[in-house]
């Protein structure tokens, strides 16, 4: 089994930072692609980064220029930076490999 487990969620003001850290343990985990979802009330479950094996990164249109993905292999680590956050990126963020999902954490942002 594999449990991923989120961090680093909170209230903050609009054009604030986060960093949401994911951590992979478990006697499957392994160095796999990972990525960030999100989901605001209401709303369905939306792709927001991916990080390939080889460090490949992709994220969508919304939050291009503003969030950073990356990990730390060794660590079996993912981490989402996000800067310059709005209000419409209110939502419960979730880290997911293949197969698996985390719990999630909320992002919150408002003034």
């Known amino acids: 089994q594999v449990q991923l487990v989120e961090s680093g969620g909170g209230l903050v003001q609009p054009g604030g930072s986060l960093r949401l850290s994911c951590a992979a343990s478990?006697?499957?985990?392994?160095?796999?692609?990972m990525g960030w979802y999100r989901q605001a009330p209401g709303k369905q479950r939306e792709f927001v980064a991916h990080?390939?094996?080889?460090?490949?990164?992709t994220y969508a249109d919304s939050v291009k220029g503003r969030f950073t993905i990356s990990r730390d292999n060794g660590k079996k680590t993912v981490y989402l930076q996000m800067n310059s956050l709005l209000p419409e990126d209110t939502a419960v963020y979730y880290c997911?490999?293949?197969?698996?999902w985390g719990q999630g954490t909320q992002v919150t942002v408002s003034s």
């Open positions: 478990g006697s499957r985990a392994s160095i796999n692609p």
């Open positions: 990080i390939a094996i080889d460090g490949t990164k």
């Open positions: 997911s490999m293949p197969g698996y």
